[in-house]
C-alpha cells in the first residue's frame, strides 16, 4: 500500500504527525528567517494590517481553535483588537464590521467551503485578506490578497494537530513582525522562544507513555470526559476536548473553569474524567480551586501544569515556556490522550467515523 510508505514504523498517521510538531517548529522558525537569521516576511502583508482597525480571524474546526490563541497573540502583541469566528455563522450572519477590517483565513487545507464562501465576500467588499495555509496553491491562497504557508509537511490524519502547532507559530511571528512595524516594544524574541518550545514539545513527547496509561486507566471505558482552563488554557482546552471527542467518540466537552459552577458542574458524577490546563500564573489557584471542587463531587481529575505554577505532586509538569506560546505545549498532552484514547478502543485513528479531512461543501 503506497499510503503505508508515508508512515514509516507508525501504525498511525496521527502519532507520526504528533511527533514531526518538534522539526515543524524549527522547520517555521528557518523558513521565515533571511539570511541575516532575522525574522522576515512580506511587508506589504505588514503595511496591510497596520492600515486596518481590526482584524478578523474566521476558521473552522481545529483551525478555529487556534484562531483564539492567534487573538491572543495578536491583541497582546500588535494592540490592534481582534476577534475570531466561525465560517459558518460569519458568513450567514456577518456582524458589523469596523471602517478598516483586516481578514485572517485560517485553512490547513485551503479548501473548506464554509471559509471560502466568506472569502468570496470579503473581496465583493473590497477588504484586504490574509490566508494561512498548509498548502500552497490550495483554493484559499489564491482567492486571498496574501499568503503564509505553515510548512507542516502533508496532514494525513483526518484529525489536525501539526497544523494546530504550526498556525499559532505562523501567527506569533505575524504578530512579532507587525508590532515592530509599528515601532511597539518587543514581547518576545519569537525565533528563540519558538526554539525552546520545540525542545519543550520533545521532552513532552518523550512521556508519551504517562498519557496512554491515563488513557488506559480513565477514558478507555469512560462515557464523557470534560478538560477545563481558564484564559490561553479555556483557548486550549477548546482544542483539547476536540481532538479527544472527533477520534475516540468520548462526549468531551471544554470548559471555561470559572463557568462550572454556574451549571456544569451539575454534569460531574463519581469517577467522570476532568483534566484541568494549568499554564497562566494569573489564574492557577482558581482553576486548582475548581479541580478540588469536582474532586469533592466524585470526578477523576488530572492536573496538566506548567512548571513554576507550585502545582500538587500528583501534577504533569510541563516544561516552561513563554506565556503567550503555552498552548503550543500544553496541546502535546491532549493530543496523546486523544490518540490513545482512539487507538485503545479500536477505533480507526486515522479516519474517524463521520470526518473528512477537509470538508467543501458548505
Ligand atoms: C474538517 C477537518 C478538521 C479541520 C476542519 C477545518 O472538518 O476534519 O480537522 O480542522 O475541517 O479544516 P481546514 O483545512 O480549513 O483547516
Request: no cysteine; proline share 10%.
Given at each position: 500500500d503506497a499510503n503505508d510508505l508515508g508512515k514509516g514504523?507508525?501504525?498511525?498517521y496521527m502519532a507520526k504527525e504528533i511527533d514531526e510538531q518538534p522539526a515543524v517548529m524549527r522547520k517555521i522558525i528557518q523558513n521565515y528567517q533571511n539570511e541575516q537569521g532575522e525574522l522576515e516576511m512580506d511587508p506589504e502583508i505588514l503595511d496591510s494590517i497596520l492600515a486596518s482597525d481590526r482584524i478578523y480571524i474566521v476558521a473552522c474546526g481545529t483551525s478555529y481553535n487556534a484562531g483564539w490563541v492567534g487573538k491572543q497573540l495578536l491583541e497582546k502583541t500588535t494592540n490592534i483588537p481582534t476577534e475570531v469566528h466561525l465560517s459558518s455563522e460569519f458568513g450567514y450572519n456577518?456582524?458589523?464590521?469596523?471602517?478598516k477590517p483586516f481578514f485572517i483565513f485560517l485553512s490547513q487545507?485551503?479548501?473548506?467551503a464554509d471559509s471560502r464562501q466568506v472569502l468570496v465576500q470579503v473581496n465583493e467588499m473590497g477588504y484586504p485578506s490574509l490566508t494561512l495555509t498548509?498548502?500552497?496553491?490550495s483554493t484559499l491562497s489564491r482567492e486571498a490578497q496574501f499568503t503564509l504557508l505553515?510548512?507542516?509537511?502533508?496532514?494525513?490524519?483526518?484529525?489536525?494537530?501539526k497544523a494546530y502547532t504550526a498556525q499559532i507559530a505562523v501567527m506569533s511571528i505575524l504578530a512579532e513582525l507587525t508590532a515592530k512595524a509599528k515601532g511597539?516594544?518587543?514581547?518576545?524574541?519569537v525565533a528563540h522562544e519558538l526554539a525552546i518550545v520545540a525542545s519543550a514539545i520533545e521532552s513532552v513527547i518523550d512521556d508519551k507513555e504517562i498519557f496512554e496509561q491515563l488513557s488506559l486507566t480513565h477514558?478507555?471505558?469512560?462515557r464523557n470526559a470534560f478538560y477545563i482552563g481558564r484564559g490561553i488554557d479555556y483557548y486550549l482546552v477548546m482544542e483539547a476536548s476536540l481532538k479527544l471527542k472527533e477520534v475516540s467518540y468520548v462526549q468531551t466537552e471544554g470548559f471555561a473553569?470559572?463557568?462550572?459552577?454556574?451549571?456544569?458542574?451539575?454534569?460531574?458524577?463519581?469517577?467522570?474524567p476532568v483534566i484541568s490546563i494549568i499554564t497562566d500564573k494569573k489564574t492557577a489557584g482558581h482553576t486548582r480551586g475548581n479541580a478540588h471542587e469536582v474532586i469533592s463531587r466524585g470526578a477523576h481529575s488530572m492536573i496538566i501544569s506548567m512548571d513554576?505554577?507550585?502545582?500538587?505532586?500528583?501534577a504533569y509538569v510541563l516544561p516552561k515556556v513563554h506565556e503567550l506560546l503555552t498552548p503550543l505545549v500544553s496541546v502535546i498532552p491532549t493530543q496523546l490522550i486523544a490518540y490513545y484514547t482512539s487507538l485503545h478502543r479500536g477505533n480507526d485513528v486515522d479516519k474517524p467515523r463521520n470526518l473528512a479531512k477537509s470538508v467543501t461543501v458548505e
Open positions: 514504523t507508525y501504525p498511525y456577518m456582524p458589523l464590521l469596523t471602517e487545507s485551503g479548501e473548506t498548509n498548502v500552497p496553491g505553515l510548512y507542516a509537511g502533508p496532514e494525513i490524519a483526518v484529525a489536525s494537530t511597539l516594544p518587543v514581547e518576545m524574541d477514558l478507555s471505558t469512560s473553569a470559572g463557568e462550572l459552577k454556574h451549571g456544569t458542574i451539575a454534569l460531574i458524577e463519581d469517577n467522570t513554576g505554577l507550585n502545582q500538587p505532586e500528583d
